[in-house]
């Protein structure tokens, strides 16, 4: 089979392909012809030695993907030749509280990732997906989707009616959307591009800010809301916090998920205990959280939003890749195996 992997140092143009024996499923594992793949800014992050500086080298990149199951191993029970599933991000994550081995064995880093013609997994490790859906679509549900209906209905319990603040239009944002919307939620959000605050609005948003023209779009947002909002979806870290702290209502909650505005800085943690905010750190979700997820997306017929769709190949990755870190996209980026 074809793999892709980081080589023996980080960075994309460290980035290379082989061509391996194809491996076979043991007893109790199932054998995935992936068929797509999706980015996420972790994949970035990884492939440039940022996410981990200490992990491991070479390494099949990529958390995220969805296959058909074309070989069983003895033994196996609950999956058919042909399912079509996502394997889940984190594997040894099955429900509840995760343990903190758990949340330090995803795919894509340390595990070996999606970015291969085959994947070995066992039927605990994967979940079916919606029939509604397509490969790409599918593609995308393990990290972007499962983050942003961990941080809004695990985790945030929504109902019709909240406020959400959701920050940019990226993969996990765009979900955090679309769930609101699902749940019957007031949507606000921002983005530093007109075309793609319409984009937004055009999928349910309410209200779009233009978090370049408009620094100061806390205060905004407060107002909009008539005092704050439910919920932050947070994906900019120490550069948007403080602004997200204006923006939250007292007792509202401020879901803590990206850095793409920084990791560290200096705040004043006053406003957290005078107005009582909940502050959640969300890394991923849990298998069951998954088929939940899936649950409402099948019941809704949502449909994830798919920017663009590249080639797999190190080529097609690194484009895409390219493409990703540019912040051009709305919505998911999608790497297509090319299979029928
Ligand atoms: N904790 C978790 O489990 C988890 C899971 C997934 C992702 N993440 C993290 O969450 C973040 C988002 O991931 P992603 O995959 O959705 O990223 P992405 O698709 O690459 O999102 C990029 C978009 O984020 C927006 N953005 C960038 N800087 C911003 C800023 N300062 N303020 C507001 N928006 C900004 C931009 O939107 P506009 O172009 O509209 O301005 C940009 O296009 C990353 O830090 C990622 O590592 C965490």
Redesign the pocket.
């Known amino acids: 089979m074809r793999i892709i992997e980081i080589g023996e140092r980080f960075g994309l143009e460290q980035l290379r392909e082989r061509t391996v024996p194809d491996p076979e499923p043991g007893p109790g594992e199932v054998r995935l012809r992936m068929r797509a793949a999706s980015?996420?800014?972790?994949d970035?992050?990884m492939i440039r030695g940022r996410y981990n500086p200490r992990q491991p080298l070479p390494l099949v990149p990529l958390s995220d993907g969805v296959g058909v199951v074309d070989r069983l191993g003895t033994g196996v029970d609950g999956l058919c030749l042909g399912d079509r599933v996502c394997p889940a991000l984190l594997p040894t994550w099955p429900a509840g509280e995760p343990d903190r081995a758990a949340l330090r064995r995803g795919l894509g880093g340390p595990l070996p990732g999606v970015a291969c013609e085959f994947v070995i997994a066992r039927p605990e490790q994967v979940v079916p997906i919606p029939e509604h859906l397509g490969d790409f679509g599918a593609a995308t549900l393990p990290?972007?989707a499962l983050?942003a209906w961990?941080a809004l209905v695990s985790h945030g319990r929504l109902r019709a009616g909240d406020r959400v603040l959701v920050?940019?239009?990226?993969?996990?944002?765009v979900f955090a959307l679309q769930f609101a919307r699902l749940a019957g939620a007031r949507v606000c959000v921002?983005?530093?591009?007109q075309q793609?605050l319409e984009r937004a609005c055009a999928l349910g948003a309410e209200r779009g800010m233009n978090?370049l023209t408009e620094p100061a779009w806390g205060e905004a947002v407060r107002l909009w809301s008539e005092g704050g909002v439910d919920h932050v979806v947070e994906?900019?870290?120490a550069?948007?916090l403080a602004q997200s702290l204006r923006a939250v209502r007292v007792g509202g909650t401020i879901s803590v998920?990206?850095?793409?505005?920084g990791t560290a800085t200096q705040l004043d943690v006053l406003p957290i205990l005078m107005n009582q905010v909940r502050l959640q750190?969300?890394?991923?979700g849990s298998r069951a959280s998954f088929v939940e997820m899936n649950r409402a997306i099948a019941a809704s017929r949502l449909v994830p939003v798919v920017d663009t769709v590249y080639p797999f190949g190190v080529e097609g990755l690194k484009a895409a890749l390219g493409h990703?870190e540019s912040?051009?996209?709305?919505g998911?980026i999608v790497l297509d195996y090319g299979v029928t």
Do not use: E, M, P, Q
């Open positions: 980015l996420n800014h972790r970035l992050l990290c972007a983050t961990t920050l940019g239009t990226g993969g996990v944002s921002t983005s530093s591009d793609k978090y994906v900019g870290g550069g948007t998920i990206g850095v793409l505005a750190g969300i890394f991923g990703l912040g051009r996209h709305f998911k």
